[in-house]
């Protein structure tokens, strides 16, 4: 779980410096398409244009398909935390697979990202868990806890400048 954290603590890194500097490529497009923007079709089209660039790059060719795998698995799985039911035809039009190599390529992602789904292979679907908290309720859990820290400094600093320290 600590290194999922440290992984997405690096993606927002990387966000916060993509959207403060003005160098564009389709790489970077990639990301802020997929990131920030949550435009599936653009990151699609994104990354077709990062294959070719990756192809043209002498230092970076080797990591053509590994680059590849994991924008697919990137895509899939944001996808996947967003929808509660996806169509695995659909999917497989997205990432360019045939139905069966898609309905493969979702177990392992399901595996892969630790996400709690199902597959529907009866009537074609993947059924997301519908056990997380909403966004609200973290919230509200973030903010008493915010209550409380600030209420123990407080009585802290109340007790220093009684005792004079």
Not at 33 to 49: G, H, I, T, W
Not at 69 to 83: D, G
Not at 135 to 141: A, E, N
Request: hydrophobic content about 40%; some cysteine; charged content about 30%.
């Amino acid at each position: 779980s600590s290194g999922i954290n440290a992984e997405y603590g690096g993606i927002k890194e990387l966000i916060k410096v993509l959207q403060q500097e003005s160098y564009k490529d389709p790489i970077t497009e990639f990301v802020e398409s997929l990131y920030v923007n949550f435009n599936f079709d653009e990151a699609q089209a994104k990354l077709k244009e990062c294959k070719t660039v990756i192809e043209n790059d002498f230092f970076i060719v080797g990591c053509l398909d590994e680059f590849t795998e994991n924008a697919r698995l990137i895509i899939s799985e944001i996808f996947c935390r967003i929808h509660q039911r996806i169509e695995i035809d659909m999917l497989a039009d997205n990432l360019n697979m045939e139905p069966a190599e898609a309905e493969k390529w979702v177990v392992n992602m399901i595996r892969l990202a630790h996400l709690d789904a199902k597959i529907d292979s009866k009537n074609g679907y993947v059924v997301m868990g519908g056990t997380s908290v909403p966004v609200y309720q973290k919230l509200i859990d973030k903010t008493k806890d915010l209550h409380l820290k600030a209420n123990s400094c407080c009585q802290k600093i109340d007790k220093k400048l009684t005792l004079g320290i």
